[in-house]
């Protein structure tokens, strides 16, 4: 069992699941797997419980349904509270993440302090590749607006490779996270960023998907947008825990 492990949610991922199952495994530091799938009709689960035989470091749970990523990602959280790991990591299954970049947020992350850290896209100027010019100006000044109505300094609030030590989940009441879609991403680090963790960007160059279907949308958008300012406003009226 490794000390790390990355959460992987999926649906409908078959032609990717895989082949970033194989990469992560082929890593030179060890990483365990945990797959959160969604009721892939496409049989991506089926995939993963062919690979189970290979992999004892696999693991996944299945649910009924497309339930959100925000839940995704909290059932996998909690999942692996359980059994201790002290590095948990967001990663996506269709390779826009590099899970060569793995261990560079597990070297940034394994420090004396608790500590998030974020695969940023716009840590050292706009590294996207292969997506429309107006994709990558609506993801640049969407960070740019969680900025302003936060005040987080950070580069990329939208991220979705992540790796938390375990004592800022541990400390983040779940049942507060409210947004389901990726603003979900956004009220995880506007959290961790009150409660004063450390918080530390590395830079990634991030790919868009060469087979699969993007699950962005209108409406997991239009949550981001409101859900900040919401999100901001309930912040006034409630304690955060401090941390020394």
Not at 29 to 47: E, N, V
Not at 111 to 119: D, S
Not at 193 to 219: A, L
Request: glycine share 6%; with cysteine; proline share 3%.
């Amino acid at each position: 069992m490794s000390d790390s492990i990355v959460i992987i949610p999926t649906y409908n991922e078959k032609e990717n699941i895989e082949k970033i199952i194989r990469k992560v495994f082929s890593l030179s530091k060890s990483f365990d797997i945990l797959i959160i799938d969604d009721g892939s009709p496409d049989g991506t689960a089926l995939i993963v419980k062919d690979l189970q035989k290979e992999y004892q470091s696999l693991q996944l749970v299945e649910r009924k349904g497309k339930l959100g990523l925000g839940t995704a990602y909290i059932a996998g959280f909690k999942w692996c509270l359980e059994r201790q790991y002290n590095f948990i990591f967001e990663m996506d299954a269709d390779f826009s993440h590099n899970p060569e970049d793995l261990i560079n947020l597990y070297n940034a992350c394994n420090t004396e302090k608790p500590t998030l850290t974020i695969g940023s896209r716009y840590k050292s100027g706009v590294n996207v590749v292969n997506w429309p010019m107006g994709r990558v100006i609506m993801s640049y000044y969407a960070s740019a607006y969680v900025r302003l109505i936060t005040g987080m300094d950070i580069r990329d609030t939208t991220a979705g490779f992540v790796c938390y030590n375990r004592k800022v989940l541990e400390a983040i009441p779940f049942d507060k996270i409210k947004m389901k879609g990726y603003g979900f991403q956004i009220e995880m680090k506007f959290t961790t960023w009150k409660m004063k963790f450390n918080i530390i960007e590395v830079p990634i160059i991030f790919t868009d998907r060469k087979q699969g279907t993007s699950k962005m949308s209108g409406g997991i958008f239009s949550e981001a947008v409101w859900g900040v300012i919401k999100m901001k406003w309930k912040s006034f009226f409630r304690n955060y825990k401090q941390v020394n």
